[in-house]
C-alpha cells in the first residue's frame, strides 16, 4: 500500500494560483512526517498522471474561483464538482480531461480522490504576489488545510 499523496498545485507567475505552491512550502514537513507523499509542483493536465496513477488515495490542493465563497475558504470537491465550476482550465487540459483520460486507458483511478480548493479573487492575473485579501488570509487557510488533510 502506497502512502497518501498530497498534490500541492500552482503557477509561481499567476498571482493567486500561486496559493497551492505557497500551502504546500508551509506544509510540507508536517504532512510528510505525518505519513504523507508531498509533491508541490508547477505541472498540470495530462502530466498528473504520472502522480495519480497506481495511487489509492489523492488530495490535490489547488485555487479555484466559483464566485460561491469568500475568498480564501477552502472548499472540499470530488473530481466530478470541477465541471460545474470550471468550464475551462488556466492549465489547457484540467482534472476532468485528466480522468477522462485514464479512464479510457483502462487506468485505475485512485479509490480516494479529493481536490481541496482555496476561492481566489483572480487565479489568471500574471504577478508575483497574491490579491490582498488572499494574502492576510495564508496562516488561516494553511491551518484549514492541514485540518481537512488530517480529518480525511
Known sequence: MTKPLVLFLGNSILADDRIGLIL???????LEAEGNDVEVIEKT?????DYLEGRERVIIVDSVMTGRHRIGEVVMLRPCDLQQIQPSSSHY??????????RE???????DFRILGIEVEDPYVISTKMSARLEKEVNQIAEAIHRAISAS
Open 24 to 30: 504546500g512550502e508551509m506544509l510540507r514537513e508536517t
Open 93 to 102: 487540459a484540467g482534472i476532468p480531461e485528466l480522468i477522462k483520460l485514464m
Open 45 to 49: 493536465g495530462y502530466v498528473l498522471l
Open 105 to 111: 486507458l483502462g487506468l485505475d483511478l485512485p479509490r
